[in-house]
């Protein structure tokens, strides 16, 4: 059993259509277990999400760790799956974040080609793209530790355990291709962001991350 392990709080909204849609039409036809990883009290803590569900998932070799808005070509899943015995593998090389209009249409159950209607835009610069789709081997995520639970809200906590898995595992791989994230409201701006304590907190935490450069420093960053 290859779990799917999702950080995931019910919104009674647009986000809890758009997770009913990726299970329907992407999920449901894969020969993956969803695990749903919950974080109910105070500001969402993604990382204690996705470790909740590690553990839930139980007895594993390889995990998929996947957002409840994104998919990617099931191909590119299952080459990056069959090359994460190796460490920490992610099956994308860009996201493409779709529009509203475009996240609307296909939610309405429209056929459409989503890289040439409503593209808000594309993220290629690796820092921003060490998330949304990842597959992980157990060995890897037992010496990382899991994610940092530190993280508490919004940031840091993706770009952490992709430099925790790079100085234990070594540099992740990647398979080309695009991922595609359904519009959503943002949860806030940068400038707003710069002002939240929380999130300010999340960014001098990743930068010690950053700074470390082998694993007696990584254990620092991670016990600080």
């Known amino acids: 059993m290859i779990p799917v392990l999702v950080p995931y709080r019910p919104d009674h909204g647009h986000r809890d259509e758009l997770w009913a849609f990726v299970q329907r039409a992407f999920w449901n036809r894969l020969p993956y ?89 594309i993220r290629t ?6 998330s949304s789709m990842l597959v992980v081997s157990r060995e890897l995520w037992d010496h990382v530790g899991g994610f940092d639970e530190k993280f508490v809200g919004w940031g840091g906590e993706d770009n952490a355990f992709w430099k925790a898995a790079t100085i234990l595992g070594g540099p992740p791989r990647r398979v080309d291709g695009c991922a595609f994230h359904l519009w959503h409201e943002p949860a806030s701006d940068q400038a707003t962001r710069m002002r939240d304590p929380g999130y300010v907190r999340n960014l001098n935490r990743w930068l010690k991350y950053q700074r470390a450069r082998n694993a007696s420093q990584l254990r620092a960053a991670q016990h600080a």
Do not use: M, Y
């Open 125 to 130: 610069d690796d820092i921003a793209t060490q």
């Open 33 to 121: 277990t969803v695990v749903e990883g919950a974080h109910d009290d105070g500001p969402f803590n993604r990382s204690a999400a996705v470790n909740r569900a590690a553990n839930d998932a139980g007895d594993w070799d390889v995990a998929i760790i996947a957002d409840a808005d994104t998919w990617v070509a099931p191909t590119n899943l299952a080459k990056a799956v069959d090359q994460a015995a190796a460490g920490l593998v992610s099956a994308l090389t860009s996201v493409v974040e779709l529009g509203e209009a475009c996240t609307r249409t296909i939610l309405a159950g429209n056929i459409i080609d989503p890289t040439t209607f409503g593209i808000d835009r």
